[in-house]
């Protein structure tokens, strides 16, 4: 039992989350939605849906997440990550996460796209920013701010509710 505010005692409640892969196929999806629908009735704090390495479930991560603002009362959290991508692709993702209602993000660096065997790629290889994207999930961090910065002026107090960050060592 734990103190509250207003002086009321409730039973301690464990804020729990859940993390989602975006599905492949078609059969996926309905398992997806089905385990969605059984897990919902447990109140988590949030889901996060991950983001494939490079960006490559990218797609499918915002039809997750733009789904889930749609069709239910849960939090989602759209990872995103910067590796291979230019900030013009990252910028016009948080864009089309902001226009379908997503406002938590799980900020990441990633980790390095896999380049085929040619020593450090991979995950624990050597990671190579672009020149002409975000280096890192403080960098992402800070452009996700200015957004939202942005859109604030123009749509009162909207804004990211809560942005997640992890860096990777390295």
Known sequence: VSPVPNGHRTPNVPKISFEFFPPKT???????????????????????????????????????????????????????????????????????????GVRHIVALRGDPPNSGGTGGAGIGGVYQPRADGYANATELTAAIGRFEEMQAMGHGDQDFSSIFVFRNKG
């Open 26 to 100: 078609e059969e996926m999806e309905k398992i997806l939605w089905s385990s969605i629908e059984r897990l919902a009735p447990l109140q988590p704090k949030f889901v996060s849906v991950t983001y494939g390495a490079g960006g490559s479930t990218r797609e499918r991560t915002h039809n997750t997440v733009a789904r889930m603002v749609r069709e239910t009362a849960l939090k989602p959290a759209a990872h995103l990550t910067c590796v291979d991508a230019t900030r013009e692709e990252i910028d016009a993702v948080v864009q089309s996460y902001w226009d379908a």
